[in-house]
């Protein structure tokens, strides 16, 4: 059951934006050796709206930072948009998640001395992009998220949803290619999650950006396009839910 | 990224760390800039009173070899008369030049009648004597009357030592130029004192005609050539040693500074005090730096693995640390700085004086701003800031983003 990929997303090859083929990870903890994946093979097409769970345990995050390019396999072979990524220098791979993915966090990682607008603007400001250009698609990508009113508003003056809707905002504002959320609504509660995750999906139909996310929440999982199950390190189901 | 935003929030954000920071870095900034104002004013002090106060002028122009062979066969190292008249007129037509004078020294002994002492003489024009003093205050040197060809001044201790005051006559016994003695009764017409124990029971000058007679000698041993301005010093020591050489002139000449052995001595003493109290400052603020932006950089390990993620390279995670770094130096600097001014207003209006080790005068404490050390201290203070923040942000930019993010 290692080897799912495709199963659920009949799209051609050309759609193909994320491979991952044969992925081992392996943490070494002490002196005991960890097998976090023990060899999966995934492809996420352009525009999907796809779901990792499984439990705890089972090798989502880890299966998470590789797809966001924050971490590389022990073996295995990942490639973004036909790009192989381990040929890649530590700068490249930056600059190639700067332009190519978006990032939303369990803990939204806001930057505490930054406004909301500001937290927006920093993943342009990294590009190099101008200033006027910078405020003025990071104050579009607020009100994307219904947030325009809270600009000035620094994160701890915040709710659980409006930072989460915020760090939604920060991974879009450079229109990546990917937006990797790895338990957004973990520190959410139901109400706030189903909005935040409906709000990902609303972007994803509109802005045709493809959003990975994991979560424990069955509820969630009526609003996927696909969703993975991860188990023991191994892909044990991808399934197509409409 | 605007760093400096980032930077500067977060140093309000941290205040009470920051605060502990900027006052080390203010504070080490302060006492290195009063301490150097306060040896600066002492160096200008001690200039002055070498060229104004000894009377060394800016430059002395002597014969080769007279300060070692000159000691046996004076004449022969001696500015004859026909040589002055050559001479002069060269220094004098320098265009920085204000004054060039001769002069003789001479020692001997002198005598009240019934009591003598050696004396260690000078002889000068007593009206280049008042040009040469300037708008010096303390009174280093006698004043001589140019209307009394043998009025001499003594040194307060020399006069304490045989009882001779302003109004007194004296006997003085030298060698001539030829090695035979020579004695001449002179008045007293004024007491001085040099500033120095150690020279303050021994000085006696005398106009320079009388210093010719003792010694015999229709000439002058050297000449002493007072500039517009110290700066042209050097300047001017090697040009006119090039136009007297042309002239054909072998002679050496020595700046104040080479023969002012008390300035280069409390010079020197002074710079070693400022190295040693500038190192231990030093260490005491980039101690400081290092341990606030290290705890800056271990609470911030989450805020890195997200700009990392979001694609900021570790160059980028460096300056942002750096940037911080180097913006408390600048805080704690300019309030250093406003410190420091403060405390030389209160210092320069306070009217405190004390009395040197080995003088005999009182003198003011005066606090100036040494503007180039201050700026000195600054930059390595900023560079050594910037360096106490590098190596722990470095340290994180190397880390796995994963561990970063996963920081608690």
Redesign the interface.
């Given at each position: 059951m290692a080897n799912l990929e495709g199963t659920a997303a009949s799209t051609a090859n050309e759609d193909v934006l994320l491979s991952l083929n044969d992925i081992r990870r392996d943490y070494v903890l002490g002196e005991t050796r960890v097998e976090a994946l023990k060899g999966v093979s995934l492809r996420i097409h352009r525009g999907e709206f796809v779901a990792i769970w499984g439990p705890s345990g089972s090798g989502k995050s880890s299966l998470m930072?590789i797809l966001?390019l924050?971490?590389a396999p022990t073996s295995g072979e990942v490639s973004l948009e036909g790009t192989p990524i381990a040929q890649l220098t530590?700068?490249a791979l930056?600059?190639?998640?700067?332009?190519k993915?978006g990032?939303v966090?369990q803990?939204f990682?806001l930057?505490?001395?930054?406004s909301a607008l500001?937290n927006v603007m920093?993943?342009l400001?990294?590009?190099g992009v101008g200033t006027a250009e910078v405020r003025e698609r990071a104050s579009q990508a607020l009100k994307d998220v219904g947030l325009e009113n809270q600009a000035s508003a620094r994160p701890d003056k915040m709710s659980g949803g409006q930072r989460q809707r915020v760090a939604i905002a920060?991974a879009l504002v450079t229109s990546p290619s990917i937006v990797v959320a790895d338990e957004p609504t973990a520190n959410l509660d139901s109400e706030n999650s189903y909005m935040v995750v409906k709000l990902m999906r609303e972007l994803n139909r509109s802005k045709r950006v493809t959003f990975i996310f994991t979560t424990h929440d069955p509820r969630l999982m009526d609003l996927v396009d696909r969703k993975l199950l991860l188990k023991d390190g191994l892909l044990q189901a991808d399934e197509a839910v409409r | 990224?605007?760093y400096f935003?980032?930077g500067f929030?977060?140093i309000?954000?941290n205040h009470r760390r920051s605060l502990v920071t900027l006052l080390s870095v203010g504070f080490g900034f302060a006492s290195i800039s009063l301490f150097a104002g306060y040896i600066k004013y002492v160096y200008s002090g001690l200039a002055k009173q070498a060229i104004h106060g000894e009377l060394l002028g800016h430059l002395t122009v002597m014969k080769q070899g007279l300060r070692t062979e000159g000691r046996l066969h004076p004449a022969q190292y001696m500015f004859s008369k026909e040589e002055l008249d050559r001479v002069m007129p060269i220094l004098r037509q320098y265009p920085h030049t204000r004054l060039v004078t001769p002069r003789m020294s001479l020692s001997g002994m002198v005598s009240n009648g019934t009591a003598s002492t050696v004396f260690v003489g000078e002889g000068m024009v007593p009206e280049d004597v008042k040009k040469l003093q300037g708008d010096f205050q303390r009174k280093l040197s006698g004043d001589l009357k140019a209307d009394n060809p043998i009025g001499v001044a003594t040194a307060e201790d020399l006069g304490r030592i045989l009882n001779l005051k302003p109004g007194d006559s004296a006997a003085l016994l030298v060698s001539t130029v030829t090695g035979q003695a020579n004695a001449l009764d002179v008045d007293i017409v004024d007491d001085f004192n040099t500033g120095n124990v150690g020279t303050n029971d021994k000085f006696l000058y005398m106009p320079f005609d009388l210093a010719k007679s003792l010694y015999d000698f229709d000439g002058a041993e050297r000449l002493i050539v007072l500039l517009d301005d110290k700066a042209f010093t050097e300047q001017a020591r090697t040009e006119l040693t090039a136009q007297l050489k042309q002239a054909g002139f072998d002679v050496e000449l020595k700046t104040w500074l080479e023969l002012s052995s008390f300035y280069s001595q409390v010079k020197r003493l002074f710079d070693m005090i400022f190295a040693f109290i500038f190192s231990n400052v030093f260490i005491v603020v980039v101690m400081s730096i290092v341990n606030s932006m290290s705890m800056t950089v271990v609470e911030r390990t989450?805020?890195i693995?997200?700009?990392?993620?979001?694609?900021?390279?570790?160059s980028?995670i460096l300056r942002l640390f750096t940037t911080e770094a180097f913006m408390l130096v600048v805080l704690g600097c300019a309030g250093g700085l406003l410190f420091t001014l403060l405390v030389r207003l209160a210092v320069n209006s306070a009217g405190i004086t004390y009395t040197p080790p080995n003088s005999s005068n009182v003198v003011s404490l005066m606090v100036d701003l040494d503007v180039p050390r201050m700026a000195r201290t600054f930059v390595m203070l900023s560079l050594l800031g910037i360096a106490a923040a590098f190596f722990p942000a470095r340290t994180a930019a190397r880390k796995?983003?994963?561990d970063s993010?996963g920081h608690v």
């Open positions: 930072n966001g924050v971490d530590d700068n930056s600059d190639l998640r700067s332009r993915v990032f966090f803990s990682n930057i505490p001395v930054l500001e920093v993943p400001q990294i590009q920060r | 990224m605007n935003s980032i929030r977060n309000l954000k989450r805020e693995g997200t700009l990392r993620s979001m694609g900021l390279r570790r980028g796995c983003i994963t993010l």
